[in-house]
């Protein structure tokens, strides 16, 4: 799951995403109006954006783990549901970073920040999207029916890890174009690029 598709307590305007700070006990945060959502799923606490997981739903109040310093979350604070479980980004640059527990990149937060700390609420891809990778497709043609898990393409990190490239669970479709054996950036290897749905 890309990073860049999450959504972001500013661009949320559906208030039913919202649940609110009930009670926070260190890194644990009790929202209320929670009702929805899921176990596992991630969520964004406070106005700083914190990431957090809910570990515990009862009835409309859910149990937050947060994985950032919760200092400032106060009561009433808003809480946004994505709608998505904690999960990392998986690609070609993951052997070459450093990463934290919850897969931000060390490096990048250092050299956007100047710091050896890590700003509170920080949103940063865990892979480069200008790196670029060689592209070389598999198993297909123009015109090739496609479904979740179908292997299209390989690309080579280095001598001795290659990544497969696999169409979305829940995608499919016919494919329209297929891109030569060439450097690619690796925001751009998408299934749904070329895939007619």
């Given amino acids: 799951m890309s ?14 995403r919202f649940g609110y700070v ?18 596992y799923e991630l969520v964004r606490v406070g106005y700083n954006e914190l990431v ?8 409309d109040m859910a149990t937050i783990q947060v994985y950032e310093e919760t200092s400032g979350v106060t009561v009433g604070d808003p809480v946004l549901r994505t709608g998505k479980p904690l999960s ?12 934290d527990g919850i897969q931000r ?3 990048e937060i250092n050299d956007l920040t ?14 480069s999207r200008v790196s670029e990778w060689e592209f070389n497709p598999l198993n297909v043609k ?13 690309v080579h990190e280095n001598t001795l890890v290659k990544h497969k490239m696999l169409v ?3 995608a499919k479709g016919t494919v329209t174009y297929i891109a030569p054996p060439r450097e690619l950036q690796s925001h751009r290897r998408r299934a749904g690029d070329g895939v007619r749905r």
């Avoid at 990073?3 to 039913?16: G, P, Q, R, V, Y």
């Fill in 142 to 154: 123009t015109g090739s029916h496609i479904t979740g898990g179908d292997l299209y393409g390989i």
């Fill in 22 to 39: 009930f009670a926070v006990s260190g890194p644990v945060v009790t929202a209320e109006k929670m009702s929805g959502s899921a176990m």
């Fill in 88 to 99: 990392v980004e998986l690609g070609p640059g993951i052997l070459s970073s450093i990463f």
């Fill in 3 to 16: 990073k860049d598709n999450l959504k972001t307590i500013a661009d949320e305007e559906n208030e039913e």
């Fill in 52 to 59: 957090g997981e809910i570990i515990r739903l009862e009835g």
């Fill in 114 to 127: 100047q710091s050896i700390y890590i700003p509170k609420g920080v949103n940063v891809p865990a892979l």
């Fill in 105 to 107: 990149p060390l490096k």
């Fill in 168 to 170: 979305p669970p829940r």
